[in-house]
């Protein structure tokens, strides 16, 4: 069931402001990764961006984001082109605070996200489609097994740990589109420390977690087998941090970036549902058909 609002107002991208964060999404019909990341994660978008209108050149919309070739500062026009939906998110802070409220600049968060641009970093589909497919499982997600071998299968076959080696080997550090946002609210300088970080449902509402009453024997065993070669792949990521020391996660939100949820582990179904950040409008809505296959 989609969680963006139905009939969406439409904005254009004057309207957007520094520090938006646009959630887009590309053609399922023709994308398969695009298709099964936002089955599995169960929400509208496979891709996010940070905006910025206020740097160079000033009133012209740009991004920060996490592509094939690394962490990029560019023009909004990229994602405009290359996506079929494109929706504006607006941070709130729990209190209610806005950028616009005095103690509450949007520069911290801007200039951590700027801080990566550039760097050793490189982004690809398969690392954000098992971080989605982790995530799910560990928090409440999708009871169609068959979806998420679907998905692990993919991932195996077309090359994840092949990927994630030459990566390595490579000198970068994956990096998904997701992190760069949360880790650049939960990391922009400000007192009390981390006090943007973007609140995040731990526990999926309106989801039922996969278990034996939804899936066949063979079928968790199945499961199993990929998503632990999926997660020994992953064990050298930055991202995949062992969280078992901290204890218990408190009840409710937590914040992307602490210690029980790395800002890296992320979704883009987290920034569609965190109430810190609230739905802006619509951009672009293109789509016209359904998923491969479908």
Not at 238 to 252: E, S
Request: net charge negative; hydrophobic share 40%.
């Amino acid at each position: 069931m989609p969680l963006r609002p139905p009939n969406p107002q439409k904005i254009t991208l004057a309207d957007l402001e520094t520090g938006d964060v646009l959630l887009s999404c590309g053609d399922i019909a023709t994308n398969p990764l695009d298709h099964l990341i936002t089955l599995v994660d169960e929400g509208d978008y496979s891709h996010a961006s940070l905006v910025t209108v206020e740097l160079d050149p000033p009133g012209k919309p740009m991004v920060i984001e996490a592509t094939t070739d690394g962490i990029k500062y560019e023009t909004v026009d990229v994602d405009m082109g290359v996506q079929v939906l494109v929706d504006a998110y607006r941070y709130v802070s729990p209190d209610g605070f806005t950028f616009k409220d005095p103690g509450w600049p949007v520069t911290p968060v801007i200039d951590q996200a700027m801080s990566v641009v550039g760097a050793n970093y490189d982004y690809n589909e398969l690392f954000l489609a098992a971080v989605v497919l982790l995530a799910a499982d560990e928090r409440g997600g999708n009871p169609d097994t068959r979806a998420l071998i679907r998905l692990a299968e993919m991932l195996i076959v077309e090359g994840l740990e092949a990927w994630l080696k030459k990566t390595k080997a490579g000198g970068k550090t994956p990096m998904t589109c997701v992190e760069v946002i949360t880790a650049a609210y939960w990391g922009a300088l400000a007192v009390p420390a981390n006090k943007y970080g973007l609140e995040v449902e731990l526990v999926r509402q309106g989801t039922v977690a996969m278990n034996a009453n939804v899936a066949s024997s063979d079928e968790m065993t199945k499961w199993q087998q990929l998503r632990g070669r999926i997660k020994s792949a992953m064990e050298g990521a930055a991202q995949f941090r062992a969280t078992a020391q901290a204890g218990d996660p408190p009840p409710g939100l937590v914040t992307a970036g602490s210690v029980w949820l790395p800002a890296g582990m992320c979704t883009p179904r987290d920034l569609e549902t965190s109430p810190t950040l609230k739905f802006v409008g619509c951009l672009k809505d293109t789509r016209t058909s359904g998923p491969p296959g479908g």
